[in-house]
Structures are given as structure tokens and as C-alpha cells.
């Protein structure tokens, strides 16, 4: 061991950050064996230096996170501050002064990391950010690279805990929405404003950043069609249930034949009960990769959590030591492809639609011929109850999203159909 | 682009081999824009110039192995010949005259991995072999890199197709080991001479290479306790069923408490029916990965086949010729921890025991008691039938093998015990 040692920096001292830094010192000697020098912390900024943050040398605490990064001698920045600014700034200021980074920070990456990649490209640092998707599960090291021979055509997702853990407890105990998002914000698994949780913008950031490494292509959270979980029911649930599914959120990136795009979305979905996805429970992670060669591949693990998250920061942290000590940088960013990012009015899946309809003779025909004029091909039709209560529930084959709107805008003009009770995808059927 | 092509010689046209070569063919555009340079087939090496390569251009084959590594202009070898020699020759002599390598060589990384990474080290090339584990799946990148930073404690996974195949059509079918082998021949799942697959060696091999990464410690084939399928019936699978288990055979490398050492084994286990290895199915393959921080990661795909082969192939492919462009390689080999690798009696498990015992008073205290004096302690018993076929059936807690071998040579010396009928290790239980 002749290498000098690397001087680290951490900019947050969460939940996260304080399992960095003790990591960091715990597994001192490990760390140096397999980088091939000791790291040395040499700040960690918090924003409020009063509270006590145990197993950190207070020397090290400081509030001046602009004075940290204008440091010219650091060889690596954790950034596990969150949100856009002053993150931004800081990293920036981070690789133009010789850092290479490493950062968990999804929202910053989903709209706004082509500017973070051309800023490492220019100061020829490495950024890294496995922790940013799925906490703990190895996941974009290997598109970036294990899979970076192959084609992949589609990611099939649970990268969000606290929906999971919602959508699990209501198929479970049959509960409704309202009363298992208090028992989650009770447990810590949901926060007090829920909002980027269940309304999905949390998975639509990783959805962007999957999307961007697997096709080549700059995917922002604007481009990501996207609907959350506050409108699923418990009957949702239960007619899911009757018909051999779950409800999941699923954040989805898939490229269309023949390059004509990419569609990247998340909305909740109903899965088959018998397909891998459906058995994540509770605040658990999984994706489902697929592409030409490989076929499907499943990752799944902890998705949250400061140790899971940390075990992920301290993975890129050794990658971009090794990868000083051996003076160079890992693989650039490359958005080559350039496809087209289309609206989701291009994807193509399949949907499960109930409506309440007037009893009476030729219904169901009548809606069965808006469905084929459309050209949207019917796979199952069942029809329950009489009078007021009388019911048709559909299930189609693959159709475009556009060609549904088109078909559900002219049954509501139907006298027939009284109501579209509940329109959801299915996703994840043999030939999905 | 303005970087020189690199030049790539391939050893091996087999099933994989041809898919690689059309792969480098197809998709030569894309790994153009990804590595920053295209790749130059410049020769591919069979053993039978005479047979038909659809896809390969003819001047490019050759029988003489030799005379292609023994080129000073190549960048990139890729193997497929298997097997010790002459793969581990040609792969040296390739990496001495400068070129780096990936190989799905598992026996020769299994028996002589140090050989190769020290050559490696020492000429300053990179050598890659995710294909050797696992199939598509990618596993030894993110043990390598992305949990570098963790420390793993244990790997438990289904490495082998070919076994997997037999053991889910014996469970869902009920058909005998010997029936079930040849349905697998036929359909092309087990080779003419399965030992390989059945009796566990090409198992274990991975085992020993997941290991070595895992623990940063030298682990060859022979550090591996490895027991096959050839002796599990279709009772053992009805019994396993009936306590609501399934039998896998399972490649474990696990690290002991207070880095005791570490123990590599291959054997078939009894996994509970609802943890996820259970539904691992026919040819597919599943590793679990625990490490401290991350807990529980679990990767599933497809571990043979053509192409899910080659997309391993082309990912290092991608990887070590962006080195290249970069002008630099990966990180290397490092076996720092030097951990003892200890014999299978070391390793704790639970079991479940099966005897054929006399129909009289006393016999299950008898039982019970010697097991407690040997220290390992029992968590069900059962006893079934009466006279002849009076069966006592045991899982014990965990213990360590070498107890419980010193327990059932006790037991088989009491007149209580007429057969030890069969001993089944039990994995994947809550707190196992």
C-alpha cells in the first residue's frame, strides 16, 4: 500500500449519511485493501450543527458547504443532500474543482442529468449514482455495463416502497386506501406529505434515469407519463383480486419496433398473481429487465433504508477510488441513440375496464362493435347483475393507449353505458 | 469517432461462439457508439474447419489456435473452447502478448482462476468472465463493484440449469430421478453424459468462483464440498413436499462469524415452498446475495443458452474495449482477505432426518436424547405407522455438520434405529 490516501467529502448527514460515515470509518481497513489506498474523510457538511451526530468526529461537522467544495484537493464528493438546489451548484462546483462525485439524488438526475454527465465528461471526473434507483439493488451498473452489449427492449418495475407497501396491506387485508397510508406514515414508511411517494413522481424520477441509461437516450421526468395510487380503491383491489391479479405500481421504459421510440410511464397496474412482480411484498424493490439476447433478468432487494441506500453509495465510492488510484475514469455517459421520447399515447398494453350499463338486450354487442371499430381486440367480456346494478367487465389484447381513449371517448356517448366504472393496465401476461 | 478499431479474435464457434460472431455482426453499430471505436473480427478459431459457420465470414476461420494468440496486434480474445487446456495456454499467451480476454471458461477459472489474474495483472490487460456464472444474469459485476463496498456474508443460489430442470419436473410430475433425466436429454436440458450437471461439479465450480469474489479469497473446485442429484428420489421429493418444501440444489458460499473462514458446498437442500428460490423454475437460474448493509439482493435469469450467453459475452466485450479506448483497464484481481476456506463440517445448517425406527416405548426419548448430548437441538419430530414401518421423521435446529454426523453415528449404533432412511439439509428458512 503505497497510494496516498483519498480525501472524501459527504454533503448530508441524514439517515443515509450517517451510515456512510460510519461505514466509512468501520470498514476502514477492507475499504483501503480493495481500492488499493485509505480514504480519508475530510468534512461533512449538515445544515444544522447543532444536533448531535453520533460516530462522526465533530471536527469534521461544518454548515459551509460552498466552502467544502471549493476545496481544489478533493478526490471524491458524497452529495446525499437531495433536491435540485443548492445540490446542483455544489456538484458542479465539486467536478470543475477535480472531484469526482458520487450522489443518491433521483430528482436532481431526473431533470437535470445531462448537465451533471457533461460536467464530469468536461473535468474528466467519474459521477456515479447507483443509489439513486432501488437502494440497495445492484441495478444500473448492470445496464450500464452488463448488459451495454445487448438490446434492452423493456423495464418492468416496483421501485417505490412506500406504494408497495400500501398496495400490499390493501390486497392483504382488503382495507382501503385512506386507512393504510396513516398505518404506513405511522410505521415510517410513508412520509407525512406523501405526495411524491403516492402520486408516483418518486418512481417517475427513477423511471427517467432507467429509461436514459437503457436506451441511450436523455430522459427527463417531464417526458414521464405518470399516474400514482391515490385513486385505487379497495374494490379496485378486490375485483383485481377475483380475477387472479394485484395492483402494482410499476414504472415502465420500453422501446417500440423498429426504433420508432420510447415510452416511458408509470401508473399503477394489474399484475398476474402467478408473475414474479406480484409476490414483492410490503416495502421491497424489484425490476425486471428485458432485452434480446438475455432475455428477462430480475433484480430485487431492500429498496430504501439508510443502511441498503448507504451499502450502494460505499459500492460507486470504491468504483471511483479504484478508478482515481488508476488514475483514469469509468465509462462516460452517452446519450448516441437519440430516440424519440413518445407520449403515452404510443405505448401499447392491455386494459381491464368495467362500466355500469342499462339493462337490457344488445348491450353488450352494441360496446363489443365501439371496442372492434376502434381496433381494439377483446380478450375476455363478462357481463353480472340486472337492473341498476348490471355490470360489464372487459378485458382487451394489446391496443395503443390512443386507440383506448379513442374507444372509451365514444362508449361515454353511449346511452347504453351508464358510467366507466374503473379503467386499469394490465401488464406482465404471457406476451406483454 | 476517430479511434483505430480494435481487433477481436474469437476462439470458438459452438452454440454461444456463433452467437457472439453474429452479435458483433448485427450489432456492430451500436457497440461502435458504445465503446467509442468498432470491433474488427479478424479470426475465429475452430476445431473443424470443414463444418458450416452460418454468419461467419469464411476467411476468417482457422484451425490454428496458436498462430492467433501468438499475434502481437490483437486487443480483444474471446474463448469458448472450455475446458483446461488448451483454453488456459492460448489465454495466457494472448494476455502476454497484449491483448485483454473474456472467457465463460468456468472450469478453468474454478481450477486455476490465479494463474490467469495474476497473467492479467502483470501484462496490464483486463480479464472478464461474467458468462462463466450464471448465464445472462449479470452477478460477478455487481458482487465485484457494486457491492464492493458491503461486506457479503453469504451466497445461496441456483446456479445449475440442467438440475434445476430435473428437480422442478420431479416435483410437479412425481416421476422418478432416472425418468426425468432422460425427458431431459431428449429436449436437449442434459448432455449425453450428465455427470457434470448432476453430480454437482459444474455447480460447484461457480461456487467457487462466487466465493473467491465474494471474499476476496483464493477458492478452487477442490475448497468445494459438492454432493449431486443423482441419489434424490421421488419419496425425498413427495416427503419434502408434504412438510412443504421443495428441493433445489443450492450453491452456498457463506462466511462463519468472526472470519472463522468460509465454506463453499453444492448439495441439494430443502427450501420452504414460499421463499423465492422455491419458484425458481425449469432451466432458471436465481442468487441470492446477503451482505451486511444491503441485506437480502436477489438476481433471476436465464443461466444458459446461446444467447443469453452471449449477451454476457458482449457486455465484457463492451467493457474491456472501452478500457481499451480509455487506455487503461479494470480493477484487478485481489484475494487481500485470505480467509481459511474450512471443510463442510464447519458449515450450520438445519436437517431433516428421516428414520426407520422399532415400534416400542421409549424410542422417540432415546432418539431425542442422543441428539441433545451430541448439542444439537430438535424443532419437529414426528412419528408415523406402527410395527415394520414405524417412521420417525426430525428437523433439528441449526447445528454444524460435524455435530450432526457425530449424532447419526450414534444413532445408527442404537438397536431403536433400524435405518438412517435420509438426511436432508434445509435452507432458506427464517433465520437460516
Partial sequence: MTARPLRVALLGAGNVGLEVARLLTESAEDLSARIGAPLEVVAVVVRDLGRARPGIDPTLLTDDAEAVVARTDLDIVIELLGGIEPARSLLLTAMANGASVVTANKALLATD??????????AGVDIYYEAAVAGAIP??????ESLAGDHITRILGIVNGTTNFILTKMDESGADYHDVLLEAQQLGYAEADPTADVEGHDAAAKAAILASLAFHTRVTLDDVSCEGISQVTAVDIKAAHDMGFVIKLLAIAERLPDDEGIVVRVHPAMVPREHPLASVRLAFNA???????????????????GAPTASSVLGDVVTVARNRVAGHHGPVHNAYAHLPVLGIGAARTRYAISFRVTDEPGVLATIANTFAEEGVSLQVVRQDGSGEDAHLLVRTHKSTEAALAATLKRL???????EVVGVMRVEGEAGN
Same sequence: chains 1, 2.
Fill in 113 to 122: 442529468g445531462t448537465t451533471l454527465f457533461e460536467a464530469a465528461e468536461q
Fill in 139 to 144: 441495478l444500473l451498473r448492470p445496464i450500464r
Fill in 287 to 305: 425490476v425486471f429487465v428485458e432485452a434480446e439476447s438475455a432475455g428477462q433478468v430480475m433484480f430485487y432487494g431492500r429498496g430504501a433504508g
Fill in 412 to 418: 361515454r356517448r353511449l346511452t347504453a353505458v351508464k
